[in-house]
Each structure stands twice: as C-alpha cells, then as structure tokens.
C-alpha cells in the first residue's frame, strides 16, 4: 500500500503541510511471520480471528446416543477445568455445536416435553373424569385399570422393541387419553344402569354386555388400524403402530374385565353409591331431528370445498423448522459461518482399491459436468486432492519460491487437513468424499445429491454406494412420503373391513364410516387454513386419526340401533354426551403436545386436536342427519324402519 502511494501522481500527501507517516519497509518474510503468530493456520479461524473453532471427534460410534451424551459431557467438563485453572481463559465465550451436540440437545428438549405432557395429560384427563361423573372414587377405578393396561403395553414394548423414540415417547400420555374412553363408556353406562333402578351385578351385567360390544368393536378396528403399521420400513411408523395396537387391546381389557370388578368391589364395601333416580319420559319422545337437511345441505358443498384446500396442503421440507432451536444453537451457527467452505455433512463412498478410488472420483466429476440444470455437488476429495481453490494457488506459489528438491508429499500436509482420511490405523484410506452445493437443510435438496451421488456406476461396471446423515435422511423421507399415502390407505381398508364384519350389512358399515371420511376430509380443509404443513413427525396423526375417529360412530349407530327409529334425541343426550367427553380426553392428551418446544411433537399436537374435533363433529352433526333422513322415508316408529334399523345393528 506504501508503495502504490508513492507511485500515484494523483495524489499529495502534504496539502495542509502534513508530513506523511513514517512506513517501514517490511519484507514479505517480515510480514508473514508478523501475521502468521496472530492467524495461526493450524486452527479452523473466522476472517477477524475473534472466533476459533476446536474440533473434537468420537472415539467410538456415535450412533450411540449413550456414548454421545457421555463424549459431549466430557468436552464440557474438560474446557470448564481449563478455565479455573487459566485465569485468563474465563474471559472467552465458549460456545457448543456440531451434529453431536445437536443430537443432545434434540433429545433432552424431546425428553422434557414428553416428560411435562405426560404430566398435564394424565393430571388433565383425571380431572376431566371426575368432573363429569361428580365423583373421585369412579375416576380412581377407572384410571386403576387404565394403569394396569399400561403397564402391561410398556413392559411388551420392552421385550419386543427395546426402546422408544421421539415418534413413540409420547405415547403413554396418547393411550391414557385413548384408552381410558373405553372406561368411561362402561362406566357411565353401568352409572346409568344403576340410576335406573337395576342392581349393581344387573348394571355391570348390561354395561359389558351392551355397551361392551361397541366398546370392543371401537377397540378391536382401532388396534387393526394401528397394527396395520407394523410392516412398514419407517421404524416412527412400525413401532407406533405395535404399540398403539397392542395398547388398546390391553386397554379393552382391562375396561372389561379388571373394572367391572373394581366397580362391584367399591360398591360391595359400601365406597360408592349410585341412587337410583327417576328418569324423564320426555327425553324419550320420539321427534325429529330438526337440523337434519339444512344440516346435510351446508355439510355437502363444505366437504366438496374441503377436498380442495386438502389437495393443496404443503409439505414441510426445510428440516431446520422441524429441530429444537436452542439461543445457543443460533449464535454457534451464526458465528461459525464463513469458517467452513465445504458441507460438514460430505458424501463417503468406500472403494477396495485406489485403483477404485481414481474411477469414482473419474465418474463423479463426469456428473458434475454433465449436470448443469439441477447440480447438487460441489467438488470430490480424495487425499491427494484435499487442497484445493485458493488453498492451493498459494501453495502451488510457495511451493514454486521455496524451490524444493523432494516433492510435496501426503506426509507432509498438516495433520489437521489429512485427519479424515485416516484409517484407525494411521493409513491413508480408500475411500472419497462427495461435497454438497445445495443446503442440506432442505429435503429435496438432500434427495437430489442422494439421487446424484447414493449410486455410483463406474466405467468398469462396478457398483460403489455413498453414505452420509443427510444421505440417509434423504432415505427415511423418501421411505415415509411413500409409506405414508400407503399407511393412510392400508388403515382405512382395514377399518372398513373390520366395522363390515362387525355390522355385518355393507349399508350400516357405509353409515358408520361416512362420518369419518368426512371428518377427515375436514381434517385437512383445516389444515390449509389454519397454514399447516405436512412434516417428517405430524404425518403418523393421519392413521391415529381414522382409528380413532370410527369410534364415535360405531357408538352413536350402536345405540340408535339399541334404542330404535326416532330417538336420536335420546342417543345424543346419552351416548352423545359420552363420546363428547370421550373425546376431549383423547384431545387433552394430546394437547400437551400444543405446548411443547419441539417443532415436530408440536405439530403432532396441532394436527391431532384439529382432525379429532372434526371427526367428533361430523360423528354428532353428519350421521344423525343422515339416519333421520333415512329414518324420514318411513313413518316414524313404524314396523318397517324399526326392522330395518335392528337388523343392521350390531348383535
């Protein structure tokens, strides 16, 4: 800079009568040396050197979360004895980042959450019950025999799974809710019984008999839908569905065997009192359905409409909006940017031979020349070519002003540079790295390179695979868009054939299940209006949803069934207000999830309260108008509908 100014005629120094500064003449030798000390090339350092990054790598595995937790426990623990042992070194901020520590952070917001919803479910749901049968004890029995089916569902899990994962950890507060409306059915149909006048034994008798009918139909559709999931690859979906199966089953039970005992045995001891009451004969009268035909008139075009905003739902693809976030985790990412050239996340394809190694690298960088429209690689390493850019002009430079007699050798590169090429062993190893040009972040992205890079043919025929994190989630995406149209179509087939069989007459079972395609459809109208996407977690709602949602259906057409032509009044002041509180106890489980900081259990929440009201809904509003406009073709009590609606009811 000294130089130019003294070189350029356009410019005077002394105007005002200044003397120039003084400049010393500093070799080039001087300079680096000078600038060398403060920017230490040894170390991964920002332009200003306010920030210096340290690597640390896993000595073992880190597909294991246990040694990960460990390994980044140790880091913390090893930089906070070097600040109280260097005075000087509490003065730097130290920050925590990288796939390892994120992996932490993941689970511990997972854990927290799942843990804080366990917590407000169960406490939810409890109060709910007591507050609707106005008594303490039934709720106790209830939650009793709950318990024990848990138990039982989670002590299977551990023989067969083994484990949880952030999909299935929320599943104890989701099945308390669940399985926990089987109870309130037997309950307050034998609470109704014994208002009635019947005994204790009679209305147990006729809780199970009756109500424990649709209670295990509800049960049995419900776990097939879920158990429709195990064979998937998606291991969020095949475990889900294993443990949800076998949870409802052991909720069914549990709600008809371990609590009518309990119910006889509080009774017998004289802990709970039911008095008989005397019951109104008008809520019997036999009228219709006002609401039927406008209703079914406003439900048909709103449908039609929900079918379209359905089918322009998006999908979440930037995993960045699906990760816990932590402030940490921001300002690490942000001070970090610019350190790095290269993804961290590159592409490695294992070779037998160096021989091996030049072919891959030959049709690698063939794709990239040819892929000009959709490219998604940045450059290939091996490691005789792991300088590159403007690392290696100024080597190339140096190299030429340094006059070497032995050539630049691989052993002579710094071992920061070569470190990941190394075997265990220390031995330059046969393998390549592939560089992502796209962002990583975003799904699409990722299965792009996967596409260009997952397979690699070579000139000689053989066949070389890549691997990497985004790689493999590229894979997992892939594995559950595709799986998820199949799970969604699969559960739907089986609830079908499942409530058929059960109602034996295709007409009852197209009654039963008109209100949960309804609902569904809704479910998704919804969504796009209230600006959801679908995601990577919220996707497992879709099959929950449609084994959960023909529940309330099967109740409301069992009972007209039970009750006959022209009380549908009576079956919504009865089983209606039942499958109402049923509902809002499945939804307060899943609520928790509202809460929660983790964008992915959140959306879950989300997604579940919005698709369970609309089935709840449509189970209320949808199937009652349509069974009073079939009901209105005949007379009203007349022998003909009454043959008709019993002969289709459940036996």
Request: aromatic letters at 10%.
């Amino acid at each position: 800079d000294a130089e130019k100014r003294k070189l350029n005629p356009l410019l005077v120094d002394d105007l005002f009568g200044e003397e120039p500064a003084a400049e010393s003449a500093k070799g080039l030798a001087e300079w680096e040396a000078e600038y060398e000390n403060e920017l230490p090339k040894e170390y991964y350092i920002n332009a200003d050197s306010s920030v210096l990054v340290v690597r640390v790598y896993p000595s073992e595995s880190d597909a294991n979360l246990s040694f990960v937790r460990n390994m980044v426990s140790d880091v913390k623990q090893l930089v906070a004895s070097v600040q109280r042992e260097e005075p000087s070194t509490a003065e730097v901020d130290v920050f925590y980042g990288g796939s390892l520590q994120n992996r932490v952070e993941e689970f511990e917001t997972a854990r927290s959450d799942i843990l804080g919803t366990a917590a407000y479910g169960v406490g939810g749901v409890f109060l709910l019950i007591v507050l609707y049968f106005r008594t303490l004890l039934g709720a106790l029995v209830i939650s009793v025999s709950l318990l024990s089916s848990l138990a039982w569902t989670f002590g299977i899990t551990y023989l067969v799974i083994g484990n949880l994962n952030t999909i299935t950890g929320f599943l104890f507060v989701i099945l308390f809710g669940l399985g926990i409306d089987y109870g309130i059915h037997i309950f307050a149909r034998h609470v109704e019984g014994r208002r009635a006048g019947l005994s204790s034994e009679a209305a147990v008798e006729k809780a199970v008999t009756k109500t424990g009918r649709a209670v295990a139909t509800t049960a049995v559709t419900t776990a097939a839908a879920f158990f429709a999931l195990t064979p998937m690859d998606f291991r969020g979906f095949s475990d889900l569905g294993f443990i949800s199966g076998i949870g409802i089953l052991f909720a069914l039970i549990a709600m008809v065997l371990v609590l009518p005992a309990l119910i006889l045995l509080v009774e017998r001891i004289g802990l709970l009192r039911i008095r008989p009451r005397s019951i109104s004969r008008s809520r019997l009268t036999r009228r219709p359905l006002t609401y039927a035909r406008p209703f079914v008139f406003i439900a048909t075009p709103a449908t039609l409409v929900a079918v379209y905003l359905f089918a322009h739902v998006p999908f979440e693809y930037d995993f960045t909006n699906l990760r816990a976030m932590s402030e940490q985790r921001r300002e690490f990412g942000a001070k970090i940017t610019g350190i790095f050239t290269l993804s961290e996340s590159p592409a490695i394809v294992l070779a037998d031979s160096r021989e091996d190694v030049d072919e891959i690298i030959t049709t690698v960088r063939g794709k990239m020349r040819q892929d000009t429209l959709s490219p998604t690689i940045k450059t290939v390493d091996e490691a005789e070519g792991i300088v590159t850019g403007r690392d290696k002009e100024r080597l190339d430079e140096l190299l030429g002003y340094l006059q070497v007699d032995e050539p630049f050798t691989w052993d002579d590169f710094p071992v920061n540079d070569k470190r990941q090429f190394l075997t265990k062993s220390g031995e330059v190893g046969n393998f390549v790295f592939v560089y992502p040009s796209v962002s990583m972040s975003d799904g699409r992205n990722a299965m792009a390179f996967r596409n260009d890079v997952g397979e690699i043919t070579t000139s000689s025929g053989k066949m070389f695979y890549a691997s990497s994190p985004s790689i493999i989630t590229a894979d997992m995406l892939s594995v559950m868009i595709r799986e998820g149209r199949v799970a969604v179509v699969l559960t739907f087939v089986v609830v079908c054939l499942i409530v058929f069989a059960g109602m034996r007459s295709i007409k009852a079972a197209v009654l039963v299940m008109c209100p949960l395609v309804v609902g569904v459809l809704w479910m998704g109208g919804l969504m796009y209006v209230f600006g959801l996407k679908l995601n990577f977690f919220n996707v497992v709602v879709f099959p929950s949803v449609i084994g959960i949602g023909v529940d309330n259906g099967v109740h409301i057409y069992h009972r007209y069934g039970e009750e006959g032509p022209g009380s549908l009044w009576f079956v919504l002041r009865t089983t209606g207000l039942v499958i109402a509180m049923t509902t809002f106890t499945t939804i307060v489980g899943y609520s928790g999830l509202i809460v929660a900081t983790h964008p992915g259990l959140n959306s879950i929440g989300n997604l579940a309260v919005i698709g369970l009201t609309a089935t709840f809904l449509t189970a209320v509003l949808v199937l009652p108008a349509i069974l009073q406009l079939l009901e209105g073709r005949q007379p009203a009590g007349s022998a003909e509908a009454a043959a008709e609606v019993q002969a289709t009811a459940p036996r």
